[in-house]
């Protein structure tokens, strides 16, 4: 069965500051990855996917996500972090099959510090 | 407008009543889904729906009901509210239900049950 593990529920970093936000999945076939965004009283908003055809994958307002098949890791990256960057971030896996749902971490809220 | 949205935006019941909440999707995906948000677990699935006229269970689907007579609505119903109902509950939507279709979320209905 397919899972997600987000490392750490509060990341807090500086404005200017690299963000990395950790994601682990566990799949039992080659996984479809997803990075959502939720800022405060909103939806969720896909920031990027990975589909296998590349395995750094650039996404919205500057962030990217590296799959490393070997650390079986989807880590979320953004050199510098700004003011606006302060979300909650949630790691998702494709179910697979014919579910078609998501299945997500638990969600790693970020902090920018001024 | 175009997109996938949630009424109400916020709702009190008490326990024992019976609550609907909306979802309405104007893109004719054929995929829709309910999950619902807690600190501490993420989204958590309740139900999806493949196509109209069919559902199936999600991961806690205990309590509640759906429907799915059109494709671009897709109810959630509390039969019998209970506080551990309490939730922000979240309608999304996908075009396939293939593994690297990515699902897109309305704003969420914060529901109270006290």
């Known amino acids: 069965a397919q899972s997600v593990t987000q490392l750490g529920s509060h990341v807090s970093v500086s404005e200017g500051a690299l963000v990395l936000l950790r994601c682990n999945y566990s799949?039992?076939?080659?996984?479809?990855l997803f990075w959502y965004v939720q800022y405060p009283n909103q939806g969720l908003q896909l920031l990027l996917k990975?589909?296998?055809?590349?395995?750094l994958v650039k996404g919205i307002n500057g962030f990217e996500a590296e799959f490393k098949k070997s650390e079986t890791s989807f880590h979320l990256t953004k050199p510098s972090a700004h003011m606006s960057d302060a979300a909650e971030y949630f790691c998702?896996?494709?179910?697979?099959?014919?579910?078609?749902?998501?299945?997500f971490g638990k969600g790693t809220k970020l902090s920018v510090k001024p | 407008d175009a997109g996938i949205t949630q009424s109400p935006r916020y709702k009190i019941t008490e326990t024992g009543r019976q609550v609907t909440l909306m979802c309405h999707q104007t893109?004719?995906?054929?995929?829709m889904f309910w999950y619902r948000q807690d600190l501490g677990h993420g989204l958590r699935l309740i139900y999806y729906?493949?196509?109209?006229?069919?559902?199936d269970k999600g991961e806690v689907p205990d309590g509640y009901v759906v429907s799915r007579s059109k494709t671009e609505n897709f109810p959630l119903t509390l039969e019998s509210a209970t506080r551990s109902q309490t939730s922000v509950y979240f309608c999304?939507?996908?075009?396939?239900?293939?593994?690297?279709?990515?699902?897109?979320f309305g704003q969420g209905t914060r529901l109270t049950v006290v």
């Open positions: 990975y589909t296998s055809a590349a395995t």
């Open positions: 893109w004719s995906h054929s995929y």
């Open positions: 998702a896996v494709s179910a697979g099959g014919s579910q078609g749902n998501l299945i």
């Open positions: 729906s493949a196509a109209a006229d069919i559902t």
């Open positions: 999304a939507s996908s075009l396939l239900g293939g593994s690297a279709t990515e699902a897109f």
């Open positions: 799949s039992s076939v080659p996984p479809y």
